[in-house]
């Protein structure tokens, strides 16, 4: 059964960092497509990174240069480092699978607030 | 970045009735290996989104038949044949042809 399980989410100051895990198991995350999707309270999706074809790492223009995922294949996780955050980055994260361009397996997501 | 624009962004239905919500993108989403990456999703109350269709038409494993999509081109279509009670959300398109990928604003369904 695949599973994904976010966690390290919480309360961080402005201009903190902040590395988010996501346990996957069922499937080798080095196998498949991968990707981070973010929500702020009460708003819609929005597509933030992933790790796709040869290693290949995109990530949203809101995010870039403050962002980096990254795999550890010996521990089936995905990370995300996330650094000078700002209060627009408050929002639940939920890791993902990606199959034909799009993800088929969601985590339960992990609430990132940005407050001083 | 391309703009997915859904419609209507809400929806009141009777149960047993249809349903149709549209997604138009701002530029062809044919990509270049021929496939055309669009996807629909459901997120019920407090619950993770939930990937209903993949490549324009094609649902996911136990998905109900009663949910169908179609489109080609910049506008696509997710219908409901008949509502029922759990279908009760918002519904997201999201194409997955062009970097960085986007969604469609969100649509909230609910029942009459």
């Known amino acids: 059964e695949v599973q994904l399980v976010e966690s390290g989410g919480g309360v961080i100051q402005p201009g903190g960092s902040l590395r988010l895990s996501c346990a996957a198991s069922?499937?080798?995350?080095?196998?498949?497509?991968m990707s981070w999707v973010r929500q702020a309270p009460g708003k819609g999706l929005q597509w933030v990174s992933g790790?796709?074809?040869?290693?290949?790492?995109y990530y949203a223009d809101s995010v870039k240069g403050r962002i980096i995922i990254s795999r550890d294949t010996s521990r089936n996780t995905l990370y995300l480092q996330m650094n000078s955050l700002r209060a627009e980055d408050t929002a639940v994260y939920y890791c993902?699978?990606?199959?034909?361009?799009?993800?088929?397996?969601w985590g339960q997501g992990t609430l990132v607030t940005v407050s001083s | 970045d391309v703009v997915m624009t859904q419609s209507p962004l809400s929806l009141s239905v009777t149960l047993g009735q249809p349903a149709s919500i549209s997604c138009r993108s701002s530029?062809?989403?044919?990509?270049?290996?021929?496939?055309?990456?669009l996807n629909w999703f459901q997120q019920r109350p407090g619950q993770s989104p939930r990937r209903l269709i993949y490549?324009?038409?094609n649902r996911d494993s136990g998905v109900p038949d009663r949910f169908s999509g179609s489109g080609s081109g910049t506008d696509f279509t997710l219908n409901i044949s008949r509502v029922e009670a759990e279908d009760v959300g918002v519904y997201y398109c999201?194409?997955?042809?062009?970097?960085?990928?986007?969604f469609g604003q969100g649509t909230k369904l609910e029942i009459k």
């Open positions: 490549k324009i038409s």
């Open positions: 790790f796709y074809r040869g290693g290949s790492t």
């Open positions: 993902t699978r990606e199959v034909d361009g799009g993800p088929d397996y």
């Open positions: 999201l194409q997955g042809t062009h970097w960085p990928k986007t």
């Open positions: 530029q062809s989403l044919v990509h270049s290996d021929g496939n055309i990456y």
């Open positions: 069922g499937f080798s995350v080095s196998s498949k497509y």
